[in-house]
Nanobody, 114 residues
């Protein structure tokens, strides 16, 4: 069974930075595609960034140039470095592992506000 635990969320001022982490249990992390999603109040969950087992990444247009996804297979952890944060980045951020099916973390709140 795969379990995902996110951390690193919090309150930050516009223009600030945060780094989210997602630690995975189990033995399939290194062969899985990992993704970060977010869901703002009243909106659908959306893909923010994803990274394949081979290290290829893709981003939502709204975060390109500001966010960076990375992974450390030795630590079974995926990261999301978020820079130049905007109020519209406020959401609950979820980590997802995909290997034959989706596994989701519990989410971490990111609030961008002055």
């Amino acid at each position: 069974q795969v379990q995902l635990v996110e951390s690193g969320g919090g309150l930050v001022q516009p223009g600030g930075s945060l780094r989210l982490s997602c630690a995975a249990s189990g033995s399939i992390f290194s062969i899985s595609t990992m993704g970060w999603y977010r869901q703002a109040p009243g909106k659908q969950r959306e893909l923010v960034a994803a990274i394949t087992s081979g290290g290829n990444s893709n981003y939502a247009d709204s975060v390109k140039g500001r966010f960076t996804i990375s992974r450390d297979n030795a630590k079974n952890t995926v990261y999301l470095q978020m820079n130049s944060l905007k109020p519209e980045d406020t959401a609950v951020y979820y980590c997802k592992l995909f290997w034959l099916k989706d596994y989701w973390g519990q989410g971490t709140q990111v609030t961008v506000s002055s």
